[in-house]
């Protein structure tokens, strides 16, 4: 996606809005795959310095991953401001700046970058997800309290539990 900002080198020093659309293609992360929606960008570019362009605003979409409990897939919204300085000939490795050329900004190499550092530690399908099948069976396999009366040894958990039920009501 590239954004025609030369409505900033007719009248520099003014902040024009813009709307726009970039479509992100998916992300290998750590064995997954990300995937996002159509991301939306609105806010305004200006040119404060000669070829120095400002690009403001907000970045908002969905990204979709995998929930890290059960695999199902899981989506987190992402949204988050941002204030950028594209240069024309900027060195992106060397710089903070976004290169460009001409009279349009590229967006894509931005975008990307911007909802990357937002994407959440881990998916989740939903709070509490119970997870996989695998797991679900793994936890009736090793119940955390035990329910065999003739086991010499109380489990932990359940000492404890009767420690707490023995606490004085305040
Ligand atoms: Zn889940």
Redesign the pocket.
Same mark, same amino acid.
């Given at each position: 996606m590239e954004l025609d900002v030369s409505k900033a080198f007719v009248t520099p020093a003014k902040a024009f809005p813009f709307e726009a659309t970039v479509t992100l293609p998916p992300q290998r992360v750590v064995g997954e795959t990300i995937t996002f929606d159509p991301v939306e960008l609105s806010g305004t570019y200006c040119m404060y310095e000669d070829n120095v362009i400002r690009l403001e605003g907000t970045l908002t979409t969905v990204a979709h991953g995998e +929930? !890290?409990? +059960?695999?199902?897939p !899981?989506q987190e919204p992402v949204s988050v401001s941002f204030a950028e300085t594209f240069r024309r000939d900027a060195d992106e490795l060397e710089s903070d700046s976004f290169r460009y050329e001409g009279k349009t900004l590229p967006l894509d190499h931005m975008t990307l970058t911007l909802a990357m550092l937002e994407l959440p530690m881990r998916f989740? +399908?939903?709070e509490g +997800?119970?997870?996989s099948a695998e797991l679900q069976a793994w936890k009736k396999n090793n119940p955390v309290s035990s329910n065999d009366e003739g086991a010499p040894t109380q489990h932990p958990f359940e000492a404890l539990r009767s420690l707490l039920n023995e606490e004085p009501e305040q």
């Amino acid at each position: 996606m590239e954004l025609d900002v030369s409505k900033a080198f007719v009248t520099p020093a003014k902040a024009f809005p813009f709307e726009a659309t970039v479509t992100l293609p998916p992300q290998r992360v750590v064995g997954e795959t990300i995937t996002f929606d159509p991301v939306e960008l609105s806010g305004t570019y200006c040119m404060y310095e000669d070829n120095v362009i400002r690009l403001e605003g907000t970045l908002t979409t969905v990204a979709h991953g995998e +929930c !890290a409990l +059960c695999m199902q897939p !899981a989506q987190e919204p992402v949204s988050v401001s941002f204030a950028e300085t594209f240069r024309r000939d900027a060195d992106e490795l060397e710089s903070d700046s976004f290169r460009y050329e001409g009279k349009t900004l590229p967006l894509d190499h931005m975008t990307l970058t911007l909802a990357m550092l937002e994407l959440p530690m881990r998916f989740e +399908c939903k709070e509490g +997800c119970e997870g996989s099948a695998e797991l679900q069976a793994w936890k009736k396999n090793n119940p955390v309290s035990s329910n065999d009366e003739g086991a010499p040894t109380q489990h932990p958990f359940e000492a404890l539990r009767s420690l707490l039920n023995e606490e004085p009501e305040q």
